[in-house]
């Protein structure tokens, strides 16, 4: 089986794939390999739905809005691998649920794939014994022990692009501002290092940005910009990543294209696969890139909605170019709306700009201290930790049940790790978080 390494997911995990309802289960396929194993359920249409754990039996539950099973399949399929059966029921509520029962406990995380020429839309759910699952990686990246964590920071429009426009400001020198305090933030940390896409006011093509982080072996792109809309009224900011169309149609000009240009994915060229091998290259890399956004978008939205309000606490998906890197997690961060006069003045705000930077750090490291790419400093450093055990310094706003929701432990866990008493905690101080890393 061919593999891509995809990026954990929470134990729960809720995805609004369309917005149409209804969908039937066409087909269930499931196969195991190498202590992974891979459920795939072939949808008529995409769908909404909701997956989530439960113990005592192990058991992954997965809830299909309006949905059935097709009436071609009398049978589903028997378990291999981790999951020893499974089972369907149509609820009260109209929802599909799907059972896996399982032979152990296990890590999961899902994603959803639209068609391309062997498939229709699916729903692709892997398990894998907790600490075998693999953060997104290019095969091409040559392997550099102790490396830093590379952030592509892109600061949107530019140039002859000035963006949205405010009474007193455009969203060109906003985001830029914000872009560079986040780069110094992410500079300051441990194990991580910022790459500008662009550091003046200069206008760079779309493409051009993607490839610029691409050249700089970025692990995550990060483009920075401010809303704006004909009500000033709107307010509060957001985190976009890719949708299903976009992708698709990326995933269809990428391999059109192939024959005539080179074409590569993950560093893995194209151009010399068969059409099926380069479609299933190109779908399972995309795929992964999606995933592991949607999850970092999660963590970064969690983390500015402390200090901004929010148009939409969920990942927001849109078809935007920039985002289209089949290869490495990408999303879009809305600070705020500039034709908002109110949120003008704060984006303006120096201490404004460095509270937004310093909420995506924090949403960026939560998602990289639990996904670490296997070559890089902090993945040493986390084998190296005593009982598993991550460093996080207390900021301020922060709280032991935020701390532990972040780090997906207990607070009481997080407790008996540093010898607490009580939930009292000072900025500046030093928490042990134990947490399970692999390697």
């Known amino acids: 089986m061919i593999r891509a390494r995809l990026t954990l997911v929470p134990l729960i995990l809720l995805l609004s794939t369309a917005a149409n309802a209804g969908s039937t289960v066409e087909n269930v396929r499931i196969w195991s390999e190498n202590d992974k194993t891979r459920v795939v359920l072939d949808l008529?249409?995409?769908?909404?739905?909701?997956?989530?754990?439960?113990?005592?039996?192990?058991?992954?539950?997965?809830?299909?809005?309006?949905?059935?099973?097709?009436?071609?399949l009398q049978q589903l399929p028997k378990g291999v691998g981790t999951v020893r059966s499974i089972r369907s029921a149509v609820r009260s509520n109209g929802q599909l649920r799907v059972v896996l029962d399982l032979n152990q406990s296990v890590r999961s995380r899902s994603f959803t794939a639209g068609p391309n020429s062997q498939y229709g839309d699916r729903l692709v759910i892997d398990l894998s014994r907790a600490g075998s699952l693999q953060p997104v990686k290019r095969a091409s990246e040559e392997y550099r022990p102790g490396r830093d964590i590379v952030v592509a920071i892109d600061a949107g429009h530019g140039g002859r692009d000035p963006g949205a426009l405010g009474r007193r400001s455009k969203e060109k020198d906003l985001v830029l501002s914000i872009s560079k305090e986040l780069a110094r933030r992410i500079n300051a940390e441990p194990g991580m290092s910022a790459v500008l896409i662009r550091k003046e006011d200069v206008f760079v093509e779309h493409r051009d940005r993607i490839a610029i982080a691409r050249k700089n072996k970025a692990d995550l792109f990060i483009s920075i910009h401010a809303d704006a809309f004909n009500d000033s009224r709107a307010n509060g900011a957001s985190v976009f990543a890719l949708n299903l169309k976009g992708a698709s149609d990326e995933a269809a000009m990428q391999l059109q294209r192939r024959d005539k240009a080179p074409v590569s994915v993950g560093g893995v060229s194209l151009h010399d696969k068969d059409e099926v091998l380069a479609s299933v290259l190109f779908d399972l890399s995309q795929n992964a890139s999606l995933s592991a956004s949607l999850d970092v978008g999660a963590k970064v939205s969690r983390e500015m909605s402390k200090v901004a309000k929010m148009h939409s606490k969920e990942v927001k998906q849109k078809s935007l170019i920039v985002l289209k890197a089949a290869d490495m997690p990408s999303i879009l961060v809305e600070t705020g709306f500039i034709s908002n006069s109110a949120e003008e003045k704060k984006l303006r705000d120096a201490k404004h700009q460095a509270r937004l930077a310093s909420a995506v750090l924090a949403g960026v490291r939560s998602y990289f201290y639990t996904n670490p790419p296997p070559d890089t400093q902090i993945a040493m450093d986390l084998r190296r930790e005593p009982s598993n055990q991550v460093r996080h310094v207390i900021s301020s706003g922060d709280t032991i049940s935020q701390i532990a929701q972040r780090y997906?432990?207990?607070?009481?866990?997080?407790?008996?790790?540093?010898?607490?008493?009580?939930?009292?905690?000072?900025?500046?101080?030093?928490?042990?978080?134990p947490v399970f890393t692999g390697g």
């Open 44 to 72: 008529s249409r995409s769908v909404d739905h909701n997956i989530f754990t439960l113990r005592g039996p192990d058991r992954l539950v997965i809830d299909l809005k309006d949905s059935r099973l097709a009436e071609s």
């Open 408 to 433: 997906n432990v207990s607070p009481a866990a997080i407790r008996r790790a540093n010898k607490l008493s009580t939930d009292n905690i000072r900025i500046g101080q030093t928490l042990n978080i």
